[in-house]
């Protein structure tokens, strides 16, 4: 039996997506974050780096516990999917947009919250570093990233790579997932064009997704 370990408000719904869009059976261990916003010490018993997703499945007979998304998707879309679900574009995206969007994502988001923690008078001397790092160096590097992601979605009707040879999303779109989540309905991003704004829609319009999303427990970025 596949279990997957899901955090509430985070990357794991990815995986929900893949395993409702696969159609196949699963057990969903859902965890709540801490007050900080760091996941629950429980996680970390499930696998050593405490991060989800964690995904608990076999390979040739033998159980294994598979951590990050795009090994995670790879495993269950080339076990799983019967052929389906790839492209050959999908390579550099499935990089793409861990290795680089999501990390300026999260830079952001980490220096935004901390700004939004000092006392809003000491806010002027205190803020002062993390303001110019986040002005200087990560938004500049945020705004290219997405453009890249824009320039591809601009004039798509469809999936990231236009799906595979029957019109199913592939690899790339489910890396994507909450990434043009948090992008489109976090309310951080200020460059985002019509591209990512449709497929925003477009994702929470897809009937497995949808059902992603209601099995995801709390999900603060939905449309
Ligand atoms: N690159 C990893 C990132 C895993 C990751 O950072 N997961 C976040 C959820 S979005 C997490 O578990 N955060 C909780 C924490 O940092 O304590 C992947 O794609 O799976």
């Not at 596949?2 to 990357?11: A, C, G, Y």
């Not at 696998?47 to 495993?75: F, N, Q, W, Y």
């Not at 861990?98 to 806010?123: Q, T």
């Not at 992601?149 to 990231?160: A, I, R």
């Amino acid at each position: 039996m596949i279990t997957l370990h899901h955090l509430e408000n985070s990357r794991s719904i990815r995986i929900i997506w893949v395993l409702e869009e696969l159609g196949v059976k699963y057990d969903l261990k859902t965890y709540k974050r801490l007050p900080s916003g760091l996941a629950p010490p429980e996680l970390k018993q499930v696998d050593k780096l405490g991060h989800a997703p964690i995904l608990e499945d076999e390979v040739d007979g033998k159980p294994v516990k598979i951590a990050e998304s795009a090994a995670i998707i790879e495993h269950l879309v080339h076990k799983y999917g019967q052929g389906k679900y790839t492209s050959p574009h999908d390579t550099f995206w499935k990089h793409y947009i861990e290795g680089s969007l999501m990390s300026f994502c999260v830079f952001k988001l980490v220096l935004s919250i901390s700004i939004e923690k000092v006392p809003a008078l000491l806010r002027p001397v205190l803020a002062l570093v993390p303001r110019m790092i986040l002005s200087q160096w990560v938004e500049p590097n945020l705004n290219s990233a997405i453009s890249v992601v824009e320039e591809q979605l601009k004039d798509n009707q469809g999936w990231m790579v236009d799906g595979d040879e029957h019109g199913n999303p592939t690899i790339s779109d489910f890396m994507l997932a909450f990434t043009v989540d948090v992008l489109v309905y976090g309310g951080r991003a200020d460059s985002i064009g019509p591209g990512l704004t449709a497929y925003g829609k477009r994702l929470q319009e897809h009937e497995s997704y949808k059902r992603a999303i209601e099995k995801a427990g709390d999900y603060r970025y939905k449309k």
